[in-house]
């Protein structure tokens, strides 16, 4: 696993929502994924936000293909290709 998935929290902080909001987008465009999950409040007169990105080792599948896996109400099923 590269170093580059190890990790998925982020933080952010800025004297406005506005500003809040452009740093998370450029980071956003700048890192190309998407945040899963945050939590914005109001810190010592600045708005904080903890955020959880999409590592990027999450695959959503769409069903069985080369190198894929599929989740039913049975379980999950790997296929190993040679």
């Not at 990027?56 to 069903?63: L, R």
């Amino acid at each position: 696993m590269s170093d580059e998935n190890k990790h998925n929290l982020i933080y952010f902080e800025s004297t406005s929502m506005k500003e809040l909001f452009d740093n998370m987008e450029e980071w956003q465009e700048t890192n190309q994924k998407r945040l899963l999950s945050t939590n914005i409040q109001k810190d010592k007169g600045k708005f904080c936000c903890i955020a959880l990105s999409n590592p990027t080792e999450v695959v959503i599948c769409g069903g069985i293909a080369p190198n894929q896996a599929k989740v039913s109400t049975n379980g999950l099923w790997v296929v190993k290709l040679n």
